[in-house]
């Protein structure tokens, strides 16, 4: 389809939230695919995004080489891959809208007990798993692939790792990164990386790469209680548009 000047317009912002993701505010890009599905379907949102993902990874990829957690990527990504695996097998079976609210119930459970208890400052960080790895990181690899929306059980994993900062910021990109890489091959067989939406994402790699970068320079300047507090409410929001979702539809 041909976007009108409107359909640009929130294109470029779903584009910058993405960019801006992968500099280290990961919680943002959870609403690019609500943002363009107010000029498209939520489908053909996904697969426009889903090259601006790959080429807003590298990127990040550059800016965050030295600061991610091996031992958090490694535990996640065989249960995220089975979970792409496993949403390519359902593509025609499963209601978009249904998932989305599954995700942000439990996203928003997990952000409301965080804020209403939070950890001490002092506390210790939680263990990075295999088994709770391998559970959550099955249900992002999922919910990535049904609608780019995998930060709410990707956070309740990593989160209570108290990551630094920058580190959480490089965890998150790297670890997407290889998972966005891998959708790549069941999107292009469901028709969704076709010539017309690969164009469309092409003429957003600019703004995508400038709102990387952009993200992290704030993620550098930003004390880090604040930006477990920020990603804490972002995650509440969005889990909340999520649920919410459901019953418009």
């Known amino acids: ?26 919680m943002v890009a959870m609403l690019a695919v609500p ?5 498209m379907s939520p489908v053909q949102a996904a697969g426009i995004l889903l090259p601006i993902y790959v080429i807003s990874d590298v990127f990040g990829l550059i800016a965050y080489r030295r600061h991610y957690d091996r031992r958090v990527v490694v535990r996640l ?27 942000g119930f439990i996203g928003a459970s997990f952000a409301l007990l965080t804020l209403l208890r939070p950890p001490p400052e002092d ?19 999922y919910t990535s692939f049904v609608s780019h929306s995998g930060a709410p059980p990707y956070q309740i994993y990593v989160q209570p790792l108290r990551l630094g900062k920058e580190t959480y910021a490089g965890t998150n ?15 292009a067989a469901l028709g969704q990386l076709g ?6 994402a092409a003429v957003m790699i ?19 209680a604040f930006f477990y507090r920020f990603i804490t409410w972002a995650l509440l929001a969005v889990s909340l548009k999520l649920i919410a979702d459901v019953f418009r539809g």
């Open 173 to 187: 990109t790297v670890f997407f990164a290889v998972v966005n890489a891998v959708k790549l091959v069941p999107y």
């Open 206 to 224: 600019p703004i995508a790469a400038a709102s990387v970068f952009a993200g992290v320079w704030l993620v550098r300047r930003v004390p880090q």
């Open 195 to 200: 010539a017309a939406n690969l164009g469309k």
């Open 123 to 141: 506390g210790a960080p939680g263990k990075a798993d295999w088994g709770r790895g391998t559970g959550w990181g099955m249900v992002t690899g």
């Open 77 to 103: 990504l065989p249960g995220a891959i089975l979970g792409v695996g496993l949403g390519w097998a359902t593509a025609s079976m499963v209601d978009d809208a249904v998932i989305g609210g599954l995700v």
């Open 35 to 39: 943002i363009l599905s107010l000029v």
């Open 1 to 26: 389809m041909e976007l009108t000047a409107l359909g640009w317009g929130l294109l470029a912002l779903a584009s910058a939230l993405v960019g801006l993701a992968k500099g280290g505010l990961a």
